[in-house]
């Protein structure tokens, strides 16, 4: 166990950075059953493009529950083989009467190139995701001799008010940060560094515990200068709030 900032009687208070949607109310009553106090500071939003995955494609990969919810209704795989990175984005797609095919056992890119690497040679390969994924997945996919597309169904932005947990980092108040992806990381320290809090954020998050979903957000929070940082051996936010929530000193 780490030492955390005291705060008395005070539940301890973790700062979550998920969209301002259904996704950040579960969270903060999944925190509150934690015995925690969510800090609730979305580094997201979600613009969708209005764009669709193409209808020629053989495989069609999605990479996001936000995605697989943005084509519920007005998009049908028809003959390809649809595959989901995580089961958050299969159970949405299959909510939306959209049948999976493919679910890496590793919910990464990577796992999901080693999943499809023997079915995809001379295959046509859509990728529908944000505007901000890795080229891990699309390189991966062409290297195995896929011919790749990819559909920008939505971009993330970040919020224009976003930015109180960062306050409350630097002025050392917060005893969990749980960052949900790289550009949740990202969003955070550009905050930081345009108020000039970037080293008063990382002292003050020195006695906190951090937590990060996979390890591509693990390593880009190490390149802010974050090296301790949790990951919860499954991909999913429930098992990144325990996994803080349990490394926190309690009164």
């Given at each position: 166990?780490?030492?955390?900032?005291?705060?008395?009687?005070?539940?301890?208070?973790?700062?979550?950075?998920?969209?301002?949607?259904?996704?950040?109310?579960?969270?903060?009553?999944?925190?509150?059953?934690?015995?925690?106090?969510?800090?609730?500071?979305?580094?997201?939003?979600?613009?969708?493009?209005?764009?669709?995955?193409?209808?020629?494609?053989?495989?069609?990969?999605?990479?996001?529950?936000?995605?697989?919810?943005?084509?519920?209704g007005a998009w049908t795989p028809g003959d390809a083989t649809v595959a989901a990175i995580g089961d958050p984005t299969a159970?949405?797609?299959?909510?939306?009467?959209?049948?999976?095919?493919?679910?890496?056992?590793?919910?990464?890119?990577?796992?999901?190139?080693?999943?499809?690497?023997?079915?995809?040679?001379?295959?046509?390969?859509?990728?529908a995701r944000s505007d901000h994924g890795s080229d891990v997945l699309p390189d991966g996919l062409w290297e195995c001799g896929?011919?790749?597309?990819?559909?920008?169904?939505?971009?993330?932005?970040?919020?224009?008010?976003?930015?109180?947990?960062?306050?409350?980092?630097?002025?050392?108040?917060?005893?969990?940060?749980?960052?949900?992806?790289?550009?949740?990381?990202?969003?955070?320290?550009?905050?930081?560094?345009?108020?000039?809090?970037?080293?008063?954020?990382?002292?003050?998050?020195?006695?906190?515990?951090?937590?990060?979903?996979?390890?591509?957000?693990?390593?880009?929070?190490?390149?802010?200068?974050?090296?301790?940082?949790?990951?919860?051996?499954?991909?999913?936010?429930?098992?990144?709030?325990?996994?803080?929530?349990?490394?926190?000193?309690?009164?």
């Amino acid at each position: 166990m780490r030492v955390t900032p005291d705060h008395g009687t005070t539940p301890p208070r973790v700062a979550v950075f998920r969209p301002d949607d259904e996704r950040m109310r579960d969270a903060i009553e999944f925190l509150e059953s934690l015995g925690v106090e969510p800090i609730a500071d979305s580094m997201l939003a979600v613009e969708p493009t209005g764009a669709l995955p193409r209808e020629d494609a053989d495989v069609v990969i999605f990479t996001s529950k936000t995605g697989a919810e943005l084509v519920a209704g007005a998009w049908t795989p028809g003959d390809a083989t649809v595959a989901a990175i995580g089961d958050p984005t299969a159970t949405a797609l299959e909510a939306a009467g959209i049948g999976v095919d493919v679910v890496p056992e590793e919910f990464s890119s990577a796992g999901l190139v080693d999943a499809l690497a023997d079915r995809i040679d001379g295959r046509r390969v859509e990728v529908a995701r944000s505007d901000h994924g890795s080229d891990v997945l699309p390189d991966g996919l062409w290297e195995c001799g896929a011919f790749v597309h990819e559909t920008v169904l939505y971009r993330l932005v970040r919020p224009p008010d976003a930015g109180n947990a960062v306050e409350m980092a630097a002025r050392g108040e917060l005893a969990g940060a749980l960052f949900t992806s790289s550009l949740t990381v990202e969003h955070f320290f550009a905050i930081a560094g345009e108020r000039d809090r970037h080293s008063a954020v990382l002292e003050g998050l020195s006695g906190a515990v951090v937590g990060a979903i996979g390890q591509p957000t693990r390593e880009t929070a190490g390149d802010h200068g974050l090296d301790d940082v949790v990951v919860p051996d499954t991909a999913d936010f429930e098992a990144l709030a325990r996994t803080v929530a349990d490394r926190i000193d309690r009164p």
